[in-house]
């Protein structure tokens, strides 16, 4: 399985978008015979971020493929600022990945709910290492650059992360 996913950010309770919340894609609105909406809850709930990466626990993927050529920095997901980030970043790890994502927004000037205090106490991210989801710490993040362009940007996002 591949996960496929965007660097922005989003409007609504989420704050961000990569492969995390990517995967809310494939959460069923209504379950057939059941009346119940499952997005109304997620979208309405004060513990969305967490729902979402609760959500994640349901498969794993082999690997995440985030599309950063383009970003939205504020906005999102439809509409919104955006920038020309030119970056591809892939990996196994989607914690990882959604990490260096983060930190690629932070670079860009982003929102204050993406951008304050340290990425890994964010929700989304929080959770997901407590379920065992992908890395829980810096050190467990490798960034493989194929330039020298590539590689001053991973020097940037290391310090960041």
């Not at 059941?34 to 498969?59: T, V």
């Not at 794993?60 to 600022?81: I, K």
């Not at 991210?125 to 330039?147: C, F, K, P, V, Y």
Request: hydrophobic share 40%.
């Amino acid at each position: 399985m591949i996960n496929t996913c965007c660097l922005k950010t989003h409007r609504f309770g989420g704050h961000f978008t990569l492969s995390l919340k990517n995967t809310i894609g494939m959460v069923a609105k209504y379950v057939p015979g059941d009346e119940f909406n499952y997005m109304g809850d997620l979208h309405s709930s004060p513990h969305q971020r967490k729902m979402i990466a609760e959500a994640n626990a349901a498969y794993q993927p082999n690997l995440v493929l985030l599309d950063g050529v383009e970003a939205f920095v504020n906005g999102g997901p439809a509409n919104g600022r955006k920038v020309a980030a030119n970056v591809m970043i892939a990996g196994r790890d989607r914690v990882a990945v959604d990490v260096v994502g983060l930190a690629l927004l932070r670079s860009l000037g982003t929102t204050r709910q993406v951008s304050e205090g340290s990425i890994w106490d964010l929700e989304q991210i929080q959770r997901a290492t407590e379920l065992g989801l992908g890395a829980s710490h810096s050190e467990q993040i490798e960034i493989l650059t194929a330039d020298t362009p590539s590689q001053k940007l991973a020097d940037q996002v290391r310090s960041m992360i």
